[in-house]
């Protein structure tokens, strides 16, 4: 009686242990999980698959793991009426990423008859989800565990001859349950001598054989396959059997193929593109670039090995900042001031992405940079045009106008007084009909310099048109603008223009001075300023003028 129980248990030991190998070693996600959607126990290929340590799965619980809680409900629902799952659905990682799970789920009942727990095996089948599919689709609904798995599952004996095969197999190879006992595996292989060689590894002490065949179909069709073969012993350490699980990659390696060509030829675009693309890490080391890159910044492949990026910042505060606002965005676009390898300093667009491992870490950056210096100073000097007047250096009409906007809202704000001054240069048309545009372009010129001299840094000047100025003076009453116009028609009258032939002859200046009211607006303030200076004109040139505001509005 010893002796017969002694060997249930022996046997009972030996199918816990070929049970507990297959559970670690299979490299589909499997689990037992409560009722409650606590965890009781997965294997290594379920914490990659979702990401997770076994210290986390103590506050894990499935029901938070789906993107639709229907589904949840659904299958509880249907594991308490058939006590079977197997189907498709869409499961969230510990990162937040969504992805496709083929599933097979048993349910585990107590003496009573009680589902007590589920057992099951996933598959992340996103990519191949919808060829799968049909396979899934056309497969029986209800099996167990070991004759559902989507891995093909054999016990083999030492000679060869298939003792037991789960449908997954059959249906790889072409067999048929007729086919179980009287097939010998040996027909399988392509190369003959790859069977010699895995018998004689299985009669060595190894216990767990890896490897990658390729294997015939029974119509001939060739594939190729990882195979993760148990290999069964007796007491005395001699082979009984095999057990092995088989996955046909014919289109993984086709895809992987197909990886390769697309690596190779982004390397090739990586090196050819005519932007500098580079590849670093987290802290700044490990630096890849390619052509467009070294070219830019003056560096050779060999200087990559011990450059980090954090050199090349023009000023280092950019660094941190591209980190702090990468950590939130993930992407960063703008522009630096980076230095070359001989020192020079440029201005750089650039694209910055960051890359995150499976927990959302930042481990590295990759980004794309283009010179842009000569463009930012294209910019500026259309900027330049676009405010200033090319002859005189002044602003022109539209940018001083608008700087006498700025100052109108800050006084309606801010109160306080300021006055504006519109000059005309007296008799010009003669010294163009006299001397030439030419020399009346430098007389323009030079009444700019004048005016620069006679107003001080924080007064406004521009050209108004053709030989009218406007300045603005600043905080300053009319007294006060009184006293800078007569400076300015003073030099003005002492100021040598020369002719461009060795002689030299001067010119005066008429101005209208408008002093700013509440209920002026530009036009209102210019206009009374154009007044005046018209009256300058009419009461003999060479003077200053000052409106009052009701002769205005009058």
């Not at 619980?61 to 659904?74: F, I, L, Q, T």
């Not at 372009?441 to 001299?453: G, H, I, M, N, P």
């Not at 020369?498 to 001067?506: E, N």
């Amino acid at each position: 009686m010893k002796d017969g129980r002694h060997g249930r248990e022996e046997a009972t030991g030996r199918t816990q242990s070929l049970y507990r190998a297959f559970f670690e070693n299979s490299p589909d996600a499997m689990y037992i999980g409560s009722t409650d959607g606590t965890i009781i126990d997965v294997n290594q290929a379920w914490l990659d698959l979702f990401g997770y340590s076994r210290e986390q799965l103590a506050t894990f619980n499935v029901a938070g793991s789906y993107e639709n809680p229907d589904d949840r409900a659904a299958f509880l629902e249907e594991m308490a009426r058939s006590g079977y799952v197997h189907n498709q659905v869409r499961l969230r990682r510990r990162d937040g990423l969504v992805f496709d799970c083929d599933r097979t789920s048993l349910a585990v009942k107590d003496s009573d008859g009680n589902v007590v727990a589920f057992q099951g095996i996933m598959r992340d089948v996103t990519e191949r989800s919808r060829a799968e599919r049909v396979l899934r689709e056309s497969e029986e609904k209800y099996r167990v565990l070991f004759e559902n798995t989507m891995d093909a599952i054999a016990l083999v004996s030492p000679g060869g001859l298939l003792l037991e095969a789960n449908r997954a197999y059959l249906y790889l190879f072409g067999y048929s349950d007729e086919d179980i006992g009287t097939v010998n595996v040996e027909e399988q292989y392509v190369d003959e001598e790859r069977r010699t060689q895995f018998l004689e590894m299985m009669a060595s002490s190894e216990t767990i054989l890896d490897d990658e065949v390729q294997l015939k179909k029974r119509d001939g069709s060739v594939m190729d396959c990882v195979r993760n073969v148990f290999v069964r012993r007796d007491q005395d350490g001699n082979v009984i059997g095999e057990q092995c699980v088989v996955r046909d990659v014919t289109e993984q390696k086709q895809a992987q193929e197909e990886i390769r060509a697309s690596e190779e030829r982004f390397r090739s675009l990586f090196e050819q593109s005519m932007d500098a693309i580079y590849v670093v890490d987290y802290d700044g080391s490990n630096m890849k670039a390619n052509r467009a890159w070294m070219q830019l910044f003056g560096y050779t492949s060999a200087d990559l090995a011990t450059l980090n990026v954090i050199d090349l910042y023009a000023n280092p505060a950019d660094r941190e900042s591209l980190l702090r606002r990468i950590s939130r965005t993930s992407v960063v676009a703008d522009e630096v001031r980076f230095k070359k390898k001989d020192g020079t300093v440029f201005d750089c667009a650039r694209t910055v992405a960051a890359r995150r491992d499976r927990r959302g870490n930042i481990v590295a950056f990759q980004g794309i940079m283009r010179d842009i210096t000569e463009q930012k100073r294209a910019y500026i000097e259309l900027e330049r045009l676009a405010r200033y007047d090319t002859l005189t250096g002044l602003l022109n009409r539209r940018a001083v106008l608008e700087r006498l906007e700025e100052w109108m809202r800050h006084i309606e704000r801010y109160k306080g007084k300021f006055c504006v001054i519109m000059l005309d240069l007296d008799h010009f048309k003669h010294v163009n009909d006299d001397y030439g545009h030419q020399v009346g372009d430098r007389v323009l010129a030079q009444t700019a310099e004048v005016l620069r001299q006679s107003l001080r840094q924080t007064d406004i000047v521009g050209r108004y048109g053709g030989e009218e100025f406007l300045v603005i003076l600043p905080r300053t009453d009319c007294e006060g603008a009184r006293v800078v116009a007569e400076r300015i028609r003073t030099l003005m009258q002492v100021t040598e223009m020369s002719d461009g032939r060795g002689q030299t002859f001067t010119l005066t200046v008429s101005l209208g001075l408008g002093e700013r009211f509440e209920s002026d607006s530009v036009d209102s303030l210019v206009g009374r300023a154009d007044e005046a200076l018209y009256k300058a004109k009419e009461n003999g040139r060479n003077r200053v003028e000052v409106l009052a505001q009701s002769t205005h509005d009058a």
